[in-house]
């Protein structure tokens, strides 16, 4: 058998976006211009500002930007702190267990900005890692959160590496050694949700997808079967203890997996684990005008495994309410809404708030969802003080999913809420437009991603 990093290497290296299905380029475009949005809303929160401390400008004709103030920074150190500020907010996508955008998007971004790279050379590098990490997530039976891994800074890593490696029209044999470094840099902990950390996972592995396909053009070497060896990486992470290896023959490419699985765009800045129950309890509030005072309990059917990464029952902070099953369902029924005004230290702390998370219970269900941590739906009731209970139909696509998906329109309103808490509204506007069309983009430093407009 070929090994697995050298059959991603064939597929990354000839990769051409022209030609990959429409379905793909649509999840893409989506996943691009939603992660800019909420990269430029999570670029004032104090994760990214502390990390951004840690780097220096630099004076390169090749340096990329901090996005928005552009800052100049060597490009590894570009995409870590766009990184954090892509995921600091759990505002971005959701798809394969994870975060695909929040990791490949500020590595392409700022990789592509010191390449001069096409839109196409984006769009391509972005379903190039996109797809080397859904054939490794679909190798792997088991759920990486069970084992206390992160799978968005794990898969993500060695993802991010194939985009840049695709940036940089690396050979199919430099291709195969960016990956395979990659798989060495991977690293990240679900014991660390909740806090600014699990941002830095998205940002580390971006930087480190940057810096694993720079070392590949040079020269560096790494083992081109590390991610199906024995002591390599499919095994080390795996739950399971049994990666589906018989299956790893499965060349990308042959079979798309993008076109089906897609994006799903969160409605919501908290962990995608509550979003359905989220959808339910709003409607529950929504359609019976319910008081907080007229409820008696709120009750939640879940996931186990859903329950294990929303580790906060009485969250304190915004970062602790992200995830938090109690929080979604007090604020959902408290203000009918869970946006990022909500998301702040003194709205969790608020009265009203604190009195409504005693009333959630959870009970949970061990069935998943094929391949993701989900159970197959979540259910909400609510019970009233007179002993009614109203119960909401058992939810299984959020809202903004890539079976519910958003229209243009709302996902432009999406977007523009993020980018105007930096950018002024024309600006943004025009942002937009760029991304939506981004295949016709000659080269990346013609995005307007900074609140002053560089010249390239």
């Not at 670029?43 to 780097?55: F, G, H, T, W």
């Not at 984006?122 to 759920?143: C, D, H, K, R, S």
């Not at 806090?195 to 971006?206: D, N």
């Not at 197959?376 to 002993?387: E, H, K, T």
Request: net charge negative; with cysteine.
């Amino acid at each position: 058998m070929t090994e697995l990093a050298r059959q991603a290497a064939d597929f990354v290296a000839a990769i051409d976006a022209a030609k990959a299905p429409k379905r793909a380029l649509d999840a893409t475009r989506v996943g691009i211009i939603d992660c800019v949005g909420v990269m430029i809303a999570g670029a004032d929160e104090q994760a990214p500002r502390m990390v951004a401390k840690l780097v220096e400008a630099s004076t390169s004709n090749d340096a990329a930007p901090e996005i928005p103030s552009g800052r100049n920074l060597a490009a590894p150190d570009a995409a870590l702190v766009n990184g954090v500020a892509a995921h600091v907010l759990d505002y971005d996508d959701v798809a394969l267990a994870g975060h695909p955008s929040t990791v490949l998007v500020p590595a392409i971004l700022a990789e592509g900005w010191t390449l001069g790279s096409s839109g196409a050379d984006v769009v391509a590098a972005y379903i190039a890692g996109y797809e080397l990490w859904a054939l490794l997530q679909a190798l792997e039976p088991g759920q990486l959160h069970d084992r206390g891994f992160h799978p968005t800074a794990l898969y993500g890593t060695l993802a991010a590496a194939a985009a840049c490696a695709r940036l940089h029209e690396l050979d199919a044999e430099k291709t195969t050694h960016a990956i395979a470094i990659g798989a060495s840099m991977a690293a990240g902990l679900v014991a660390n949700f909740g806090t600014m950390t699990k941002s830095f996972h998205a940002g580390r592995s971006a930087q480190s997808g940057v810096t694993a396909a720079r070392l590949a053009k040079m020269g560096f070497t790494a083992s081109p079967d590390v991610i199906e060896h024995r002591t390599g990486f499919l095994r080390a992470i795996s739950p399971s203890g049994a990666p589906r290896l018989d299956e790893a023959d499965a060349k990308l490419g042959a079979t798309w997996r993008m076109p089906d699985l897609g994006i799903n765009v969160k409605r919501y800045p908290t962990c995608y684990c509550t979003h359905r129950a989220i959808d339910a309890m709003i409607d529950l509030a929504t359609e019976h005008d319910l008081k907080p005072e007229a409820v008696k309990e709120i009750r939640v059917r879940t996931g186990a495994t859903q329950m294990l990464m929303l580790r906060n029952s009485r969250p304190t902070t915004g970062l602790e309410a992200k995830f938090s099953m109690e929080f979604a369902m007090a604020a959902a029924l408290v203000a009918r809404r869970v946006g990022l005004s909500e998301l702040t230290d003194e709205f969790v702390r608020r009265p009203e708030i604190e009195a409504n998370l005693g009333k959630v219970t959870c009970t949970t269900v061990d069935e998943t969802i094929p391949g993701l941590p989900m159970a197959p739906d979540d259910r909400v009731s609510v019970v009233l003080a007179d002993g009614t209970v109203l119960e909401h139909a058992p939810v299984v696509h959020a809202k903004g999913s890539w079976e519910l998906p958003l229209g243009r329109e709302e996902l432009r309103e999406k977007f523009l809420d993020c980018a105007t808490r930096r950018l002024d509204r024309a600006h943004a506007q025009a942002l937009f437009e760029q991304l939506w069309n981004i295949m016709d983009i000659a080269s990346v430093r013609d995005l307007r991603l900074t609140e002053f407009r560089q010249v390239s």
